[in-house]
């Protein structure tokens, strides 16, 4: 398994014009992702920082995520700043005893 971590500075807007666009539909395209497992949805108010965590399947799939359509446009987007993306495999075992939402044995039988 492997994480996306993928971290942005958003405009400076006020926050409910920033919160109007986090609608359903918006969330909704990444249940598609190939590989996806979850994504964790990520705000730092104070900061003006936003991005995500996302749980993949494989390798293959987070740096296809990574170097796909979705996180280009995120890249181009006029709206957000200093994008970072970065792709770090999973240690379990650590995970295991650190409690991580994964059910690891479920994962790795499908």
Do not use: C
Request: proline share 6%; charged share 30%.
């Amino acid at each position: 398994m492997h994480i996306v971590q993928i971290n942005y500075r958003r405009p400076d807007m006020p926050k409910a014009e920033w919160e109007a666009r986090y609608t359903d539909e918006r969330a909704r395209p990444f249940l598609e992702v190939p590989g996806l497992l979850w994504k964790i949805w990520l705000d730092g108010d104070a900061e003006r920082l936003a991005g995500g965590i996302y749980l993949f399947a494989d390798r293959a799939s987070a740096e296809a995520y990574a170097s796909g359509p979705i996180v280009a446009r995120m890249r181009n987007n006029p709206d957000l700043s200093e994008v970072s993306v970065r792709v770090f495999a999973v240690r379990r075992r650590m995970s295991e005893i650190t409690r991580a939402p994964i059910d690891f044995d479920r994962l790795a039988a499908e």
